[in-house]
């Protein structure tokens, strides 16, 4: 029993003094580190913990993972790469360890599932005729990651027919850079062509400025109430043209030289104004300004057409002159030819008119119709001359094939018809309106689908008369019963501005004096004017009579004798003045001179006005000391009849003739000053 407990002891004793020497043995056994293994990290993730899954031990002080130290400072943590982590651990010992694992920083891969959005297609109406739509006007696509993708926007309008009505399926695709895409579908309705089987055409010519209603002279309010009545109705089947001389006669319109018209005009919506010869009596570019954009007055909104007036120097036409127009209606296609009558440069003062010719008018409506049909696809070709030649109408109503005319109007003889020249197929009327705008053109075309002229009707309109004649045809229209607002508002505004010429009253006429009698005061005038021993006056310079009681204005001078003709004087031989006496004039001698009682080798001062002065073929441009006098006719009258209401109630051609030459000087500084 000794002996067991003795080796219990000893026993004891030595696992005591085992474990003590242990205790104090050196500790010379770094630390070592467990689970390093390399990372990856995520831009725009949360910082990750760089310790995660990593321990450190050691043999003598066991676990040490609370005393790891992390060093990331190499690591940027916003740029894609592989950055090494260094993390530390010591013992008590003091031996370190130092250990590193890398950590790979990736960029987030967005996947790209959402498609673009197609913006603004909606559905779409389109009429046979009109110029084809822009399927891509409006519309954009956008992409939430790549923003405006519409340059990849395409459609599909392969299933459309254009010339087709009905409705059709128009897709429009887009995609994005990852190859997502959308499609939108939208209807396109194709719709017929209006099938217009009329075209109505007004017209006015030869209204030598007669802007205000007087007598039988409708006044272009009243006119305009008829124009834009049909325009605003039927604005796809309504035309208006002006047939040339519409200008000069009035002095609402003279004094402002046309302007107020013209301004009228664009009221009035005209579609065409065609050159007549008294378009030339102010100076051609008088007019031809008012289609200059550079000109700081009124600009005309239609064209001035005047095919056949060249320039001698070019023969080209003046500026601003066009030889047609081309206008759409409807589903047809219009073209208005303007001419000017062959030989009409006798009807214009040679210094107006000498630096033009007015070539053949048949040969430029023939090539400018089949120009027309042939290169511009017009359907209906309208002609209009300014003149009345049966010889050119006939030329032109022969015209066939590409150069077939379809309507011709007329003007300068003032006249009033509605003739029809037959010919194979469908005849041509021939329209002219009168002048001064006592009548209104109309002429209603009737049209097959194809736009080709199957019939026509063809009459002038007035406020009272009708007429079924075929070559004279009249019907009344109502609606120039009434004047149009806006057109009266400006006529006033234009009257206002010259109130004084219209209304002060100079002295009343004593007696009726017709045209004649008035032409012939007028030669007497012209020659008393510069003492001259002859004055001539033309018969046709004279455009108005005077009634017994008449108030006679400035405003009624100028209706009288309407055209700013000058006098000029000469030395002519009696041979000469022999030679040259005709009926269209009226020659005025001085007392005890006769026609007959002239010396063929004398020579007499003759003055007359400078539209017969000029004209070549007669002998005054070839005399002897011409002068220009720079006064004009109308105001030699006026000087006579403002003298004349001094001493009498009433004018009469009986009175003494009485002139003032200083007012006559003080109003041409005036005037041409």
């Not at 009175?655 to 000053?673: F, G, Q, R, S």
């Amino acid at each position: 029993m000794k002996k067991i407990l003795f080796l219990i002891v000893v026993l004891f004793m030595t696992f005591v003094m085992i474990g003590c020497e242990n205790q104090n043995k050196p500790d010379t056994t770094p630390p070592y580190f467990l689970g390093i293994s390399d990372q990856t990290y995520t831009i725009g993730d949360p910082i990750p913990n760089l310790l995660t899954g990593i321990q450190a031990q050691d043999k003598h002080d066991g676990d040490l993972t609370s005393s790891i130290i992390v060093n990331d400072d190499d690591v940027d943590w916003t740029k894609e790469g592989q950055y090494p982590v260094f993390v530390t651990v010591r013992d008590q010992a003091g031996y370190e360890t130092t250990a590193s694992y890398l950590i790979t920083i990736i960029a987030r891969t967005i996947i790209d599932t959402t498609a673009p959005t197609i913006l603004g297609a909606q559905n779409i109406t389109y009429t046979i005729g009109d110029a084809l739509p822009n399927l891509l006007l409006g519309i954009t696509a956008v992409d939430d990651l790549e923003g405006n993708v519409s340059l990849r926007l395409v459609y599909d309008d392969e299933a459309v027919n254009y010339q087709i009505p009905g409705t059709y399926a128009v897709i429009y695709t887009v995609d994005d850079s990852k190859g997502n895409q959308t499609s939108v579908t939208v209807q396109i309705t194709v719709l017929p062509a209006p099938q217009f089987d009329t075209l109505t055409i007004f017209y006015i010519n030869d209204t030598h400025g007669a802007i205000e209603k007087s007598g039988s002279q409708l006044g272009l309010s009243a006119i305009g109430n008829v124009i834009l009545d049909e325009k605003t109705a039927n604005p796809d089947t309504t035309l208006f043209i002006g047939g040339g001389d519409l200008l000069q006669g009035n002095i609402l319109s003279n004094y402002y030289y046309g302007s107020s018209m013209m301004d009228m005009f664009n009221v009035m919506q005209m579609d065409a104004f065609v050159i007549g010869n008294h378009e030339f009596d102010w100076g051609l570019e008088s007019v031809t300004r008012y289609r200059d954009p550079s000109y700081d007055g009124i600009f005309v909104n239609f064209p001035l057409l005047g095919a056949n007036i060249l320039r001698k120097d070019t023969m080209e036409r003046p500026a601003f002159i066009d030889p047609y127009t081309m206008i759409q209606k409807g589903a047809t296609k219009v073209g208005i030819i303007g001419l000017i009558g062959y030989g009409l440069e006798d009807s214009i003062a040679t210094a107006r008119v000498s630096p033009y010719v007015f070539d053949n008018p048949v040969y430029w409506a023939s090539y400018y119709t089949e120009y027309l049909r042939t290169e511009c696809d017009v359907d209906v070709v309208i002609v209009v001359v300014h003149g009345s030649s049966d010889s050119t109408n006939q030329q032109i109503a022969e015209l066939t094939g590409n150069r077939r005319v379809d309507l011709i109007f007329n003007g300068h003889s003032h006249q009033r018809y509605t003739q029809i020249i037959a010919r194979t197929g469908v005849d041509v009327p021939v329209v002219q309106s009168k002048a001064n705008g006592e009548f209104v053109g109309k002429v209603t075309l009737t049209l097959s689908n194809l736009g080709i002229v199957e019939s026509f009707d063809a009459t002038n309109l007035n406020v009272s008369q009708s007429s079924s004649s075929s070559s004279d045809r009249m019907d009344i229209d109502i609606r120039l019963q009434t004047e149009h607002i806006l057109i009266k508002a400006l006529v006033d505004e234009y009257k206002l501005a010259i109130a004084p010429l219209l209304n002060e009253v100079i002295i009343k006429s004593s007696s009726y004096y017709n045209t004649s009698t008035l032409t012939e005061y007028m030669a007497s005038l012209i020659r008393l004017s510069v003492d001259a021993d002859l004055g001539i006056h033309n018969y046709g310079g004279t455009r108005a009579s005077l009634s017994q009681n008449q108030d006679i204005t400035v405003a009624t001078l100028y209706q009288i004798f309407p055209f700013d003709n000058r006098i000029k004087y000469v030395y002519l031989t009696g041979e000469a003045i022999k030679d040259y006496a005709n009926s269209s004039v009226a020659m005025n001698f001085k007392p005890g001179l006769s026609l007959y009682s002239l010396s063929d080798s004398t020579y007499y001062k003759v003055a007359t006005n400078d539209y017969i002065f000029d004209k070549p073929e007669y002998p005054f441009v070839w005399g002897v000391d011409i002068v220009d006098t720079g006064i004009l006719i109308r105001d030699v009258l006026e000087n006579v009849l403002r003298n004349q209401a001094t001493v009498y109630s009433s004018f009469s051609i009986n009175n003494p003739i009485v002139l003032t030459p200083l007012m006559w000087e003080d109003k041409k500084n005036i005037l041409y000053a």
